[in-house]
DNA sequence: CTTGACTCTGTAGTCGGCTACAGGGTCTAC
DNA sequence: GTAGACCCTGTAGCCGACTACAGAGTCAAG
């Protein structure tokens, strides 16, 4: 009844009692399979009973945990920070303080990242104006970068950085 | 001279003609050895003549590709496009459309980034704010994100999605 | 003739967040 | 009794841009 063909043995014993199996939390989630065992290898789930058959038994509070992750995430998370923050407060302790830390510190480099986007964002437009003006000619590549206009790259290494969003 | 502690050998014949060994082309454009060496399996170097020995000896010219390098990576470019736009200007075509093209896409990429990237620093601001409203009760995780407040994280699955940046 | 700075090749590891197998077992509807 | 949907474990691969190492050769100065 809710999902046309979804209605195999799973779901007359799941429909809104509390065991799911691992395929319909990944359903209900949207979070793949594969991602659930493996946020469950990194401590994102503690580790579900079982069946005798040995399959993972969830209950529904585990979609509200995974709603969590999926909201840390978005606003820049690491899975680790996440984890971390999920084990301190099954342990009791509230991780208020640290949370909040995390979030400031989270927050910073967030305002880091958008200024260090909005000068590439502006160099790049710079570029192409430039462009548009002088023709086609000159520079072997056009004076696509080469010809000054730009700042100076910096001598450091150009590190990835990876800076996580939703989508 | 030019560096207190680096007159070694080497100095001596590069002082500034045109024979530069890997070493000291590192240290003058400030790309590590292992990268140099990287960026020549993916073609973004060509190959250097060698000496006997088979070292490599680049002239100086390769300062001024490195630059460009890194300007284009700074402005967003992988190293897959830019080895490519190399390629086609080596090969004495020019690569202006295929580049003009590429920046363009480029720009909107990044605008989609940035776009992005407000987002969830609003996101996180507004929960940081939310929350010195409000003590630090409640919630088993103080409310960080899991009251609403937030807008729903979309049932897509959270993919990576770098976007390269210089630093 | 040794020391030590430099170079070479080739392979493997890093980060983060998954995804994709391979090679099984389980369960149930037909 | 069999097809096929589901589940299990464990390992390997992916992206991007490097970095790190092992094990070896080269070269000039002391």
């Given at each position: 009844m809710r999902n046309a063909h979804a209605h195999t043995r799973a779901e007359g014993r799941a429909a809104r009692g509390a065991a799911l199996r691992i395929g319909e939390v990944s359903r209900r989630s949207g979070v793949g399979i594969e991602a659930l065992?493996?946020?469950e290898r990194r401590g994102l789930l503690g580790r579900p009973s079982r069946t005798e058959s040995n399959?993972?038994?969830?209950d529904e509070t585990v979609l509200e945990r995974l709603d969590f992750i999926r909201r840390a995430q978005a606003?820049?998370?690491?899975l680790d920070e996440i984890s971390e923050i999920l084990a301190?407060?099954?342990?009791g302790?509230?991780?208020c303080r640290h949370v909040r830390e995390l979030a400031r510190r989270k927050l910073e480099e967030l305002d880091r990242r958008l200024a260090e986007l909005r000068r590439h964002r502006a160099e790049l437009a710079r570029t192409l104006a430039d462009w548009d003006e002088r023709?086609?000619?000159e520079g072997h590549v056009c004076g696509l970068i080469e010809h000054s206009t730009l700042d100076a790259p910096a001598p450091e290494p150009v590190r990835p950085k990876r800076t996580r969003g939703s989508k």
């Open positions: 065992r493996f946020y399959y993972r038994v969830y606003v820049g998370f690491t301190e407060s099954a342990d302790r509230s991780p023709g086609e000619q």
